[in-house]
Structure formats: structure tokens, C-alpha cells
């Protein structure tokens, strides 16, 4: 008797594999915006944890000072005779005995409070012009500055000066935040005119309150050809990290491409909308649909507004 034949291994035929195929896609389909969403809600979860960092860096300034730390103040602005020089210990005293603490934004100031002391140290408050230990602290690139959904190209801008470096061409680190100068810097002043940065303002010298006035927003690392730079201070606009420099009335852009965005305005990284600190520590979502005018007076410190429902 002849063994019978063995059963022969029935495989997939083409239409089930194309079936397995088109179900496989449809659960991939569905899954994908899920995993964007967890994506993006971290995201916006880290900023949030930045900007809580900074606000809170800033009241500790303010508490160290007296004084929010102004915007920007250049190498000229010493104590007494600028009244708003930012100096502390062995910065105060006569004319003779001032150093050259300038040339700093406000986020240079708030390293000391953000574990960032030895950068501040390297810097020696001249961070131009001095860094001892050999750190170009403008180069330095910091986690708490950087927003993760921040979509530029590049987290440094290359620029040389006549006077920094011998005209060497240096990568400036940029970041994905941005200072009120309508608080940090002069209210209603021109930002154009880097004499007028000078004026400090408390926590409490905030006539409208803390919890209507905003102090740092979402700003795009990069911009056109520009860049939204740490630490470059006032003297060129086009790089500083400000926002409402122009007046209270520009609002924030909403997910602009780098070829569109604004240099001067704070920027939505989400269509949820911008993330900001408020004077008083406080992080919140911007709805891109609130009103221009109720921007610029979370712009303004002292337009004796109360903010309106629709912030």
C-alpha cells in the first residue's frame, strides 16, 4: 500500500493579505492622532514647566533686588547715575568704582536663580566683553529657553560683530521665550532707542496686578533671517528676545512658518494658542481667538484695566 500524500500548508491568498493590509492601515490611521495629541500635550506641558521656571526665577530677582531685572541694560548703565543699571553688591558704589555690568538681557539675570550660576558667573556681568573661564556664555544653549514644539530650523544664529571677537563669526544661542518690555523694559518707551530701557519695575509697582500683566510669552527661535537671541541685547531689535516692543497692539502669531513669522511678535507654536507667564508666577493658554485690545492690555502694566472675559 502506497503512504498517503502528507496535507499540503494552505497559505494566505492575495485578498486576505490585502485585507490584513487595509486593517493594519486603518489602526495605524486611527492611532496616529492620538499619539500627535500625547505628543503635543507634552509638549506644551514642557513650556509650560519653562515658563513656570522663569516666572519663578523672576520673583526670586525681584526679592534679591528689589526690582524685576530690566530687559536689557547696556554697558553704560551704571549706579547711581542710570537709574536703571541692574547691580548688586560690588557693583554699587560711586562712578570710579562702577564696573561695566551691562550689555545683559533680562534672562542673563535670571540664571543665578535657574541653577544656571556658573554661566552667570563665566560672564562676570559683562558677558560681551569678559568670560574669564573661557565660556562665551551668549553660546551657551540652555533646556529651560528651548520650547520642544518650537519648529525652527536651527536653535543658534551666526553673527559677527567689529567688536566681539575680533569680528569672528560666533553662533549666538537662541531661545523660544520672550521678555514684556512694556514691563521689563520702559512702558510706552522706544524700543528703537536703547537709551530708553532703563526702567525697573517691582512686582509689586505693577498698578494693574500681577495676575493681569504678562511677563514672558512663546516667541520662535527663528524668523526669516533673524532670530529670537538669549542673550543679544537692545541695540539691534531684530535679535533681542522681546515681545510688545513695538507697542502693546501686536498680537501673537499663530503657528507661523519661519519665512512668515513676525520678528517682534510672541508666537502660538499649537493652534491651542500662546503660552504665557503672568506677573505673578502663573502660566496660561492664550486663545487665539482673544481680541487685540485684550493682548496689549495683558501688555501693558499700569492701563488701569482689568482684564476682560474673554482672556
Not at 490611521?29 to 492620538?34: F, V
Not at 500635550?41 to 530690566?70: C, E, F, I, T, W
Not at 562702577?98 to 540664571?111: A, E, P, Q, R
Amino acid at each position: 500500500m502506497s503512504p498517503s500524500p502528507s496535507p499540503r500548508m494552505r497559505g494566505f491568498t492575495l485578498i486576505e493579505l490585502l485585507v490584513v493590509i487595509a486593517i493594519i492601515a486603518i489602526l495605524i490611521g486611527l492611532l496616529l492622532p492620538a499619539v500627535q495629541k500625547v505628543r503635543e500635550a507634552a509638549a506644551r506641558m514642557s513650556s509650560q514647566n519653562n515658563l513656570k521656571q522663569l516666572g519663578l526665577a523672576a520673583h526670586s530677582a525681584n526679592d534679591q533686588a528689589g526690582h524685576l531685572p530690566v530687559a536689557w541694560n547696556a554697558w553704560w548703565m551704571h549706579a547711581p547715575q542710570r537709574a536703571g543699571a541692574w547691580v548688586t553688591g560690588a557693583y554699587r558704589g560711586s562712578w570710579a568704582n562702577d564696573t561695566t555690568m551691562g550689555d545683559v538681557t533680562s534672562f542673563y539675570h535670571l540664571l543665578p536663580f535657574i541653577e544656571q550660576n556658573t554661566v552667570h558667573q563665566a560672564g562676570t556681568g559683562q558677558q560681551l566683553f569678559s568670560y574669564p573661564s573661557g565660556l562665551q556664555a551668549w553660546t551657551i544653549k540652555l533646556k529651560v529657553f528651548k520650547a520642544p514644539a518650537d519648529p525652527s530650523s536651527a536653535d543658534f544664529k551666526n553673527i559677527q560683530y567689529s567688536w566681539l571677537e575680533s569680528n569672528a563669526m560666533t553662533p549666538w544661542a537662541a531661545t523660544s521665550y520672550a521678555s514684556n518690555f512694556q514691563v521689563l523694559g520702559r512702558r510706552g518707551g522706544n524700543a528703537f532707542d536703547a537709551a530708553q530701557w532703563d526702567q525697573p519695575m517691582s512686582v509689586l509697582g505693577i498698578s494693574d496686578g500681577s495676575s493681569n500683566t504678562m511677563l514672558f510669552a512663546e516667541k520662535r527661535m527663528i524668523c526669516g533671517t533673524y532670530a529670537n537671541l538669549l542673550l543679544h541685547g537692545g541695540w539691534d531689535l531684530n535679535y533681542g528676545p522681546y515681545f510688545a516692543a513695538t507697542g502693546t497692539g501686536l498680537k501673537f502669531q499663530v503657528q507661523p512658518t519661519e519665512a512668515s513669522c513676525d520678528r517682534y511678535a510672541a508666537t502660538a507654536f499649537s493652534a491651542g494658542g500662546c503660552q504665557v507667564c503672568m506677573a505673578d508666577g502663573s502660566v496660561r493658554n492664550v486663545s487665539p481667538g482673544v481680541a487685540a485690545a485684550t493682548w496689549a492690555l495683558a501688555c501693558d502694566p499700569s492701563d488701569g484695566q482689568v482684564l476682560p472675559g474673554n482672556w
